[in-house]
């Protein structure tokens, strides 16, 4: 495994407890503690103004730093709106991808131009993408190229305040606050009170108990097939995969490049299938192949990193690569509530 991937597996156990490593770190916490205050307290009394566009935002994200699920729940919400209607966007940071002026993100390009998720969401057709560091620009972009955009969904922008919204949503996830404490003594961006002030939370999985006063929705997501790589028309549920493997004692291995990926390996695990882990650091990029050293008859990898492994070649073509969609599932209600904030937009 990768020095980054051990060194982000270390801090992910770090902060499920208050240990000597994050009491050590405590004082710099602090430190983020006061920052935050201040972003608030600057646009509370209008040292700093958000930026407001001409239509109505909604903006996801959560507090604890990392994956917790943010992609798969802004693919859902644009089709969601899509359905009923809306003419969806979406703006991005763009994470791991090249630094520059914001850019819409062309469904066939290279994640290195714009990162691996907003090029996941594009390709899902359900919205147009632009990423950018500056989310108010994104979203300036966003309206020139495709004025039909009647809603903006901004991804992981709930700690980006330059950027006006309508809706807040926060996602919270398995680990829930891990230790409670905030970067780098503990996982989170900004303390659990900052939960009052959302619209709606939405829990991902299996939640421990957390205190939320605002409206709550449920996600779940799952999986149950996987399709070739290099040939997306081969498609085999995973039970069927896993009773090809038993009946050829294949060997497998499944690699991760996400926030956590343990998840992933547990949902495989659950249809029986059997194989080596490659856990990878979040992002990862493929463009050194993880494989090189393993011997294996079929990988199974998650399609935030299938689109970074075409990108290289010897992935690409490799029809021993496997895909495994996540699909995710959203409470109808929370639809409601975001259109119930939205419409009157619709109606001006």
């Known amino acids: 495994m990768a020095l980054r991937a051990r060194l982000q597996f270390s801090f992910v156990k770090v902060w499920q407890r208050r240990g000597l490593v994050a009491r050590l770190l405590f004082p710099l916490a602090l430190l983020h503690g006061v920052w935050r205050r201040f972003d608030v307290w600057r646009y509370r009394v209008g040292l700093a103004r958000a930026k407001q566009v001409r239509v109505r935002v909604v903006v996801i994200g959560n507090l604890y730093v990392g994956g917790t699920g943010k992609t798969p729940l802004a693919i859902e919400l644009a089709r969601a709106l899509r359905d009923r209607g809306w003419s969806p966007g979406v703006i991005s940071r763009g994470y791991g991808a090249e630094r520059g002026l914001p ?10 131009d714009y990162g691996d998720e907003p090029l996941l969401i594009a390709r ?45 949503i926060a996602l919270v996830h398995e680990p829930g606050f891990g230790n409670g404490w905030l970067l780098p003594a503990g996982p989170l961006r900004e303390p659990p009170r900052r939960l009052d ?89 493929f463009a050194r192949n993880p494989f090189v050293d393993v011997r294996f008859d079929r990988a199974l990898i ?39 904030r939205i419409k009157p937009a619709r109606l001006a």
């Open 197 to 285: 002030g959302v619209d709606a939370v939405v829990l991902h999985g299996m939640t421990p108990p957390v205190r939320i006063y605002s409206p709550f929705f449920r996600m779940t997501t799952s999986i149950a097939c996987a399709y070739s790589l290099k040939d997306a028309t081969r498609r085999i549920g995973l039970a069927a995969l896993a009773a090809e493997q038993r009946a050829g004692k294949q060997a497998y291995v499944a690699a991760a490049g996400i926030g956590q990926p343990e998840r992933f390996f547990a949902m495989l695990r659950a249809f029986g299938l059997e194989f080596t882990t490659v856990p990878l650091n979040d992002h990862y990029n």
């Open 124 to 168: 899902t057709g359900y919205a147009p993408v632009v990423v950018g560091t500056d989310r108010a620009a994104a979203a300036g972009l966003l309206l020139n190229l495709h004025p039909h955009v009647d809603v903006i969904i901004a991804d992981d922008g709930l700690q980006h305040r330059r950027l006006a919204r309508d809706v807040e």
């Open 302 to 340: 998650t399609e935030k990193d299938a689109v970074k492994c075409a990108a290289n070649p010897l992935l690409a073509n490799d029809a021993r690569l496997y895909v495994v969609p996540l699909e995710a599932k959203l409470d109808p209600a929370l639809i409601d509530l975001i259109e119930a």
């Open 103 to 112: 850019r819409l993100v062309v469904p066939n390009g290279s994640a290195l």
